[in-house]
């Protein structure tokens, strides 16, 4: 069921999405090389904890951490370990963070010291696809016409479209209805409607958009190795267009 936030909800998310943002700004400048992905973790899980709010993913259907970490081929999911991040990877840092009983989330991708020109190609064009699907978020509108704005974006750029996976609706749980895909045809699915609030977040690969499971249940990585990059924001439809809850403070 899709659900209408009202303006105490929307008041709420505000504030879990602004923790969002400020918790990606303060982890920045520790993505270096040298550093684990299980000590990013750590240092998140301190700054949630101490604003007061909760790392929504550590425990979410037995996920064990705080954020979700995928570096390089990983698209999504990769779990916090002693993997040390080195010169030339990518990594994408995804969280979700409740505030009293609402859920903000939102997805960056980052650099680790110089990467290739391959790299920078994905991660600008994943970062435009996203912005280009928020463009199409005002009510009357629906679904499918974000769905298929990124993939249009995607595809004229020559990445893969992951197709397995989806962006979501958000509220009082990190994932609630509708599902957001990031392909389709337009004027098709649920229509967007003032105080709906959905995450939005293309996943696009620089080969082929084929990906698969890893023994671990979580971590999903593309099939041919390819880098995939991975970009998300949690935007509330408002009576005239939309608000991005979770924005970039940089």
Same mark, same amino acid.
């Given at each position: 069921?899709?659900?209408?936030? +009202? ?13 969002? +943002? ?39 259907? /037995?996920?064990?951490?705080? =954020?979700?970490?995928?570096? &390089? ?18 990594? $994408? ?10 859920? /903000?989330?939102?997805?960056? $991708? ?7 020109? %391959?790299?920078?190609? =994905? ?15 005002? !009510?009357? &509108? ?22 397995? =996976? ?14 957001? !895909? ?11 409607? !003032? ?9 696009? @690969?620089? /080969? ?8 671990? %249940?979580?971590?999903?990585? $593309?099939?041919?190795? +390819? ?17 991005? =809850? @979770? !924005?970039?403070?940089?």
């Amino acid at each position: 069921m899709i659900t209408i936030k +009202s303006e105490r909800e929307i008041e709420l998310m505000r504030h879990a999405g602004m923790l969002v +943002s400020k918790m990606h700004q303060f982890i920045k400048p520790y993505i270096k090389a040298g550093i684990t992905t299980k000590e990013l973790d750590a240092l998140c899980e301190k700054f949630i904890l101490d604003h007061d709010a909760v790392p929504s993913c550590k425990g979410y259907e /037995g996920f064990p951490a705080t =954020l979700c970490t995928s570096v &390089n081929d990983e698209v999504v999911h990769g779990i916090p370990s002693s993997r040390v991040l080195k010169d030339g990877d990518i990594i $994408t840092i995804d969280v979700v963070i409740g505030y009293k009983g609402y859920q /903000g989330d939102a997805a960056w $991708t980052y650099t680790v010291g110089e990467v290739d020109d %391959d790299c920078k190609y =994905l991660m600008e064009h994943t970062e435009k696809a996203l912005y280009e699907g928020v463009k199409q978020v005002r !009510p009357g &509108n629906r679904i499918g016409d974000i769905s298929a704005a990124v993939q249009a974006y995607a595809e004229s750029h020559h990445l893969g479209v992951v197709r397995e =996976l989806c962006g979501h609706g958000i509220g009082k749980d990190m994932h609630e209805d509708p599902e957001v !895909p990031n392909f389709g045809m337009p004027n098709t699915g649920p229509r967007l409607k !003032p105080g709906m609030v959905i995450c939005i977040e293309p996943m696009l @690969t620089f /080969g082929r958009r084929d990906v698969f499971l890893l023994e671990d %249940d979580w971590t999903v990585i $593309t099939q041919d190795g +390819s880098p995939a990059a991975h970009y998300e924001h949690t935007v509330l439809v408002t009576e005239d267009g939309y608000e991005i =809850l @979770t !924005p970039r403070l940089d």
